[in-house]
């Protein structure tokens, strides 16, 4: 992507030199003392707009690039950029605008005409997906590409898709998110140091959540100490977008379904914050479980049926939702992200194993669990293993460390 900038200053000239030859370091100092010298310069705010794109922070290019706008409200470059900085964030429609207005003033700006189409189709074949996979009652799924696995990184179109799908049905499959293999690694783990739960009985350190049922808090540790498991390069750009950049991890557990588990009662994690329906209905998602199952959930081993579209809906779950409920199969590797006001159940365990569904609850920062954290806490790690945390993952988990 090329980051379209003009100007006359000899400084100017220097650092977007520097900015084209891919040293931003030098290009955001010039730009620095172009700023103190004269802090109202468009070609300045607008170039460390440019930068902050590069070094992939678009919320920070798209205040600075807003900043070089006020400036100069008739630059078709800059309304150009913002769009670019808004897109990046998710944020289509208003891109499209950002992009109309550059097209408004330069008809003849070609790139910016492109990314107009571009995004209005792509607006146009997520409003598509969705209502086929209403009308259809499919479940929503986001795989990835061989490309995103190698880069470690979700392509924006991937994020629009999985971001438009999970606000509207309140929950979303994401497939093969693990290896088998990682996988394996985690079962075998939590088999040997938690079989101790595998009892129907009552526990002092962990809930019983149904009928042969129990909810254990899981140690970072051992595999689980793993970025990958809690910070998943893949995924933590789509719970930026849901939860804000600031989002924690505010829960390492699993539920455990022993042989013969009946059914779990229908509810929710938590319920609408404000219970106030023209509140809730608007709100976005305060938390979000991450469902990771150990063994294939199915109709034998038992999954977690959800109630798509329920996780604004105030009361209780209406006959109507009731019937719009779907069991996934989800396969070993594969997981579902739900939003923490959403209907499910576990459905029956009706085989020999036991069902190990370990969840990641994520949060805003704001947000605590006061409902399902009476026995247990919601996290445990050692101060050994919290040194074992890579520095770019800690910001996740220093609430816990703040006692
Ligand atoms: O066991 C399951 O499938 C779901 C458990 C669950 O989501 C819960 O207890 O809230």
């Known amino acids: 992507m090329t980051f379209e900038l003009r100007s006359d200053s000899i400084a100017f000239a220097v650092a977007r030199d520097n900015f084209l030859a891919g040293k931003l370091q030098a290009a955001t100092q010039i730009c620095n003392q172009i700023l103190s010298a004269e802090p109202e310069n468009f070609d300045a705010l607008h170039l460390l707009g440019g930068i902050a794109m590069r070094i992939g922070n678009p919320f920070r290019a798209a205040e600075l690039i807003q900043s070089s706008i006020e400036l100069q409200p008739g630059d078709a470059n800059a309304h150009m950029n913002l769009g670019r900085a808004l897109y990046q964030q998710g944020k289509l429609n208003e891109a499209l605008s950002a992009y109309r207005q550059a097209v408004k003033i330069q008809h003849s700006l070609s790139d ?33 590409t061989r490309q995103e696995y190698d880069k470690r990184s979700p392509d924006p179109s991937t994020l629009n898709r999985a971001a438009r799908l999970y606000r509207h049905f309140g929950y979303l499959i994401i497939e093969n998110l693990f290896s088998e293999r990682f996988v394996s690694e985690l079962y075998d783990y939590f088999m040997s140091e938690y079989s101790k739960y595998f009892a129907d009985k009552v526990f002092d350190d962990a809930l019983k959540v149904g009928d042969k049922r129990v909810m254990v808090t899981v140690k970072l540790k051992g595999p689980f100490n793993n970025p990958e498991y809690y910070a998943n390069p893949l995924l933590l750009p789509l719970l930026a977008r849901l939860l804000g950049r600031d989002l924690i991890l505010f829960s390492l557990g699993g539920v455990v379904s022993l042989p013969g588990a009946q059914s779990q009662r229908t509810h929710r994690d938590h319920r609408p914050l404000f219970e106030d329906a023209s509140v809730d209905e608007m709100l976005p998602s305060f938390a979000v479980t991450l469902g990771i199952p150990l063994i294939e959930m199915n109709d034998i081993n038992g999954t977690t049926r959800v109630y798509g579209k329920t996780h604004r809906a105030q009361g209780e779950l209406s006959d109507n939702g009731r019937k719009k409920g779907v069991s996934p199969v989800i396969t070993k590797g594969s997981c579902m992200l739900f939003d923490y006001r959403l209907f499910h159940e576990g459905t029956p365990n009706s085989s020999r194993n036991v069902r190990p569904l370990m969840y990641n609850i994520y949060a805003r920062p704001w947000f605590r669990d006061c409902q399902n954290y009476s026995k247990q806490a919601p996290m445990a790690i050692s101060d050994e293993e919290f040194s074992r945390i890579p520095e770019q993952c800690r910001h996740l988990l220093l609430w816990s460390r703040r006692g």
Do not use: W
């Not at 995004?119 to 996979?133: F, G, H, Q, Y």
């Open 112 to 144: 910016a005409r492109q990314l107009l189409e571009f995004t209005r189709n792509e607006i146009k074949a997520l409003d598509e997906t969705v209502r086929s996979l209403d009308k259809l009652a499919q479940c929503p799924l986001v795989s990835f």
